[in-house]
């Protein structure tokens, strides 16, 4: 009997230090920070959107890595490479460039179409989970962000992981920024204007650079956009467990992630990245979101990351700073606008985001 109640003493004793240890890691409760938004467009049901979600299915749906996987990487970096090369359709210059970062060499590339303007920039960051993707795989919205602005777009290619930590992300992420302010498709030269832009992890980037810059940099861009962006490294959004059975891109991706208790997740997730979850260096939805520039989020209602978005851009708005979120109905995928020559979703979502930027770039 004594070694049953020293077994269930050690239980809740190991149970109460992981509770204590989950709640220092999760940040401020962010429920106050829900809503209900209006859907802004919805998706008509049609052949194109059957069709790609078939595609996305077949892309992403079969055996995978899981986000946790510290190896398994390469082959889905590749796929992800091979889907941006085989847009054939794309018309562009995609000029490379090189950046320093503490004696390591940051490779990237500008996006430039017929007539751009060099000392317009848009700094895009990729998504891909921060362990894919690149400034090929991201050839679709690099091209379309510069089609519609005639800006010059310059994707780098930040350190992924699990090879590198999660603060190499963020450090490659704010050289970046400081160095396209300084230097332009054709050389050194101060950007006239600037706005940052990105997807998913990209997003994630883009949201905590625009913070990051109000003290840290020359300036602040002139206008940020976000296309399903994560934002909360605690994964506290509901929708992460809500619309996990709709989001055929990333349930592969967090499926078992979403079902280990929060108590046992967040100090996981600790030591995976060697930060605070709730750090708003990797979770910018706990910074400070005032005296931020015009930002613009879009979300799919039915993907895992909508609450990331639809709080963030709430509690933006409380905090004074001019934001907008678009809540996109209907099944659509993840960072749908990817797939402009798939759904008329895409081009019609990122129309607006062209209207958006001009609107602040040329101002």
């Known amino acids: 009997m004594s070694y049953l109640l020293a077994l269930l003493v050690l ?51 079969g055996p995978g890595v899981s986000a946790t996987a510290r190896s398994g990487w390469e ?12 847009r054939t359709d794309l018309k562009a210059e995609y000029r490379p460039a090189e950046i320093d970062v503490d004696g390591n060499t940051m490779t990237g590339s500008w996006t430039l179409v017929e007539g751009y303007d060099p000392d317009k920039r848009i700094l895009y960051m990729h998504g891909g989970a921060f362990t894919v993707g690149s400034d090929i795989s991201h050839r679709p919205l690099s091209v379309a962000l510069a089609k519609r602005t005639k800006a010059a777009v310059f994707v780098p290619n930040y350190r992924l992981m699990p090879e590198n930590s999660r603060r190499d992300t963020i450090t490659d992420s704010r050289v970046a920024y400081d160095w396209v302010l300084e230097n332009g498709p054709d050389g050194p030269a101060k950007a006239k204007s600037l706005a940052l832009g990105g997807d998913s992890a990209g997003g994630n980037l883009a949201l905590m650079l625009s913070n990051w810059s109000r ?45 280990i208790p929060r108590i046992i997740l967040l100090p996981a997730m600790k030591r995976h990245s060697g930060m605070n979850p709730a750090d708003p260096d990797q979770s910018p939805i706990f910074d400070d979101l005032s005296n931020l520039p015009p930002t613009l989020i879009l979300a799919a209602q039915e993907e895992v990351l909508y609450d990331d978005g639809a709080r963030y851009a709430a509690k933006m708005e409380a905090a004074g700073s001019p934001a907008t979120f678009q809540n996109w109905a209907g099944g659509l995928p993840h960072v749908w606008p990817i797939f402009d020559d798939k759904i008329p979703e895409a081009n019609q979502a ?3 985001v062209g ?5 602040h770039l040329n101002g």
């Not at 209006?38 to 979600?53: G, T, W």
């Not at 940099?217 to 506290?236: C, E, M, N, Q």
């Open 75 to 86: 082959a889905k970096r590749e796929r992800f490479d091979t889907a941006g090369l085989a």
């Open 355 to 359: 209207d958006f930027l001009n609107a």
């Open 215 to 259: 003290e840290n940099a020359a300036r602040k861009p002139d206008a940020v956009i976000a296309f399903s962006p994560g934002v909360d490294g605690t994964l506290s959004s509901p929708s992460l467990k809500s619309n996990l059975e709709t989001d055929l891109m990333l349930k592969p991706l967090l499926g078992k992630l979403m079902k």
């Open 11 to 61: 239980i809740l004793v190991l149970f109460t230090y992981l509770y204590l240890r989950s709640r220092k890691l999760a940040g401020a409760d962010l429920s106050e920070f829900d809503r209900e938004v209006a859907p802004f467009a919805v998706a008509k049901p049609s052949k194109a959107l059957d069709d790609l979600n078939q595609y996305i299915r077949e892309m992403f749906g």
């Open 350 to 352: 990122l129309d607006g």
